[in-house]
């Protein structure tokens, strides 16, 4: 049987991020095989996994990056179980890695099977959940393109949003930004009125026409009441109609043609932990 030091434990640790004790172990089982020993690491993380197939993933750490032209973006969440776990450091500096390198792939899928540090990100995943002990998970996975992309994360990596210009002047960096935190904060359901879907449309105006039946309206009235009704819930509820949140004076479109006449919010995209 091979002998089993205190250095190579260190180097599993290292190596991991698994426990000490859990180390010497994994080591012993595989008789000194780092590459066996980091395989029994991982199986035991499998295992965990599976026992924790059925535990809620609402915490973690809601990440933004865009690429060095400022012309793609990515945002993700890493999910784990527990603020104090979304909160650590490393747990937030590995969620960044994974963002960074999920810039490079265009679905969750690809993403998931791209190779992290010798492993792909699936089995990091795995792995982790052995090491932290917390059911680990990429919930959201949402790419961005544009002519400008700028993104935004809330304090406390609750959440993180992307935001896409039709084009890319000077100021295009702040005026994204500022778009972005309004995205974070009124969370719209869709870019304008042609991104909100029929089903909700259609909703929508069978709540307005029900209140004001309630009201006491005549059934004459109520289309075009309903459809004034219907304006004001594009305006709450789309991103470029809603008033802009530093100046409620200016919708958000205006405040981006502020910066230039012919500019526009192209795309945004959002992702919230719970």
């Not at 395989?39 to 060095?68: C, F, M, P």
């Not at 793609?72 to 747990?91: A, H, K, R, Y």
């Not at 879907?197 to 709540?207: G, L, M, N, W």
């Amino acid at each position: 049987m091979a002998t089993i030091t205190a250095a190579d434990v260190n180097k599993l640790r290292t190596a991991t991020g698994a426990g000490m004790m859990d180390c010497k172990k994994a080591l012993v089982e595989a008789d000194g095989d780092f590459e066996l020993a980091i395989e029994n690491l991982r199986k035991k993380g499998q295992k965990v996994a599976a026992n924790r197939s059925d535990r809620e993933s609402t915490e973690g750490a809601a990440i933004a990056v865009v690429n060095a032209d400022k012309t793609t973006g990515v945002v993700i969440t890493l999910n784990c179980e527990t603020d104090f776990v979304g909160m650590n450091e490393s747990f937030v500096k590995m969620a960044t890695e994974m963002a960074n390198q999920a810039l490079n792939y265009d679905s969750k899928e690809a993403f998931l099977a791209s190779d992290f540090n010798g492993i792909t990100i699936a089995d990091k995943l795995i792995e982790q959940t052995g090491v932290i002990g917390e059911k680990l998970e990429i919930r959201t996975f949402e790419k961005l393109e544009g002519a400008f992309v700028g993104s935004y994360i809330h304090s406390g990596n609750k959440i993180a949003t992307l935001v896409a210009l039709s084009a890319a002047p000077a100021g295009a960096d702040e005026v994204s930004r500022n778009v972005a935190m309004q995205a974070a904060a009124m969370s719209p359901i869709a870019l304008n009125e042609a991104g909100v879907d029929a089903v909700t449309i259609e909703k929508e105006i069978e709540i307005a026409k029900d209140l004001l039946r309630q009201e006491g309206k005549p059934e004459g009235m109520l289309d075009n009441i309903a459809k004034g009704k219907l304006a004001r819930f594009f305006k709450d509820n789309t991103l470029v109609n809603q008033d802009y949140i530093k100046d409620n004076k200016l919708s958000v479109a205006a405040y981006v043609k502020s910066l230039d006449k012919d500019l526009i919010v192209t795309g945004f995209k959002r992702a919230a932990l719970g």
